[in-house]
């Protein structure tokens, strides 16, 4: 068996491995769902109203919350929020640009709410200095999850070569590119990669095809 071959077999135990789990973590959801007493009706979050009552027992308020908080936290808060101006420009822009630039190459735009997700606010325990902490939180890493596949599907279109040396943290997508020094690929396989747009790990791409 050829090193390609290997790989591509390790891809696809991949694969399987990673639907069984996206499985096992929906089944452990749905448990945690009925012991916390909480369903989801159109994407928003409802809890039993007397579970709720017992929660909010549990808030700390926000005044205490702040006047016990370490004084450096107070100090290096506004540091902290103030990375907010560049995540909102960096999705203002990432957006604007898929959605021009996606459309005039026909490359399947990413779904801003599937990785953009904002609940956790809706826990009825949290103060609203806390609730507007985890705002900040999931907003700042969706983004970030969100800005990354718009970039991926952008060097998959323009540039898919494989590093020469291997890299930390590269995408899922990076698995289809062409090999670094590979001139006869490059020249036939090209185009075959540029429409390859399938998720190389889950079964269908996230996007709308356009």
């Not at 959605?99 to 609940?119: G, N, T, W």
């Not at 291997?166 to 062409?178: A, P």
Request: glycine share 4%.
């Amino acid at each position: 068996m050829s090193h390609q071959q290997r790989l591509d077999d390790l891809l696809d135990r991949l694969k399987k491995t990673r639907d069984e789990l996206e499985a096992e973590i929906d089944r452990l959801l749905e448990g945690k769902r009925k012991q916390f007493s909480y369903t989801l009706q159109r994407g928003k979050v409802i809890f039993d109203r007397n579970v709720s009552k017992l929660q909010k027992k549990q808030r700390v308020g926000s005044l205490r919350y702040i006047f016990s908080a370490p004084w450096l936290t107070i100090l290096t808060s506004p540091i902290i929020y103030g990375m907010l101006i560049p995540l909102a420009l960096l999705d203002l822009t990432i957006t604007i640009y898929q959605h021009i630039c996606f459309r005039v190459y026909k490359v399947p735009r990413v779904v801003r709410s599937e990785y953009v997700v904002i609940d956790r606010h809706k826990l009825p325990y949290l103060n609203t200095i806390q609730k507007i902490n985890c705002v900040y939180c999931g907003y700042g890493n969706g983004l970030i999850a969100y800005a990354r596949e718009v970039i991926a599907r952008t060097e998959q279109f323009w540039c898919p070569i494989k590093h020469a040396v291997r890299v930390k943290g590269l995408h899922d997508r990076e698995q289809k590119f062409l090999d670094y020094g590979d001139a006869e690929a490059w020249r036939n396989e090209l185009q075959k990669v540029r429409c390859d747009w399938e998720d190389p790990i889950n079964e269908k791409p996230k996007g709308e095809q356009q």
